[in-house]
């Protein structure tokens, strides 16, 4: 479900997540602040990582704190 790709504007790489709700979200990896693994309901929710921006808003993805971690690693090796 994640990846990451390069923007059409400025080639810097952004990361490709997908909401509870099944919508796709590219963020770039600078604008993200913190990832939280859920408890136990957040889970049963379906929610495997809360990303928390810079700017304030929240994110409930179905990726994994780790799996995030590696695409934000992969988008930070692809800057040019």
Known sequence: LARSARSSTGGQAMIQLTDISGR????HPDAIARLVEPGNHGKWLGINCYVKTFDGHALEVRESVS????LIKSAQEAKP
């Not at 799996?67 to 590696?70: K, V």
């Open 24 to 27: 796709a979200h590219a963020i």
């Open 67 to 70: 799996l995030i971690m590696e």
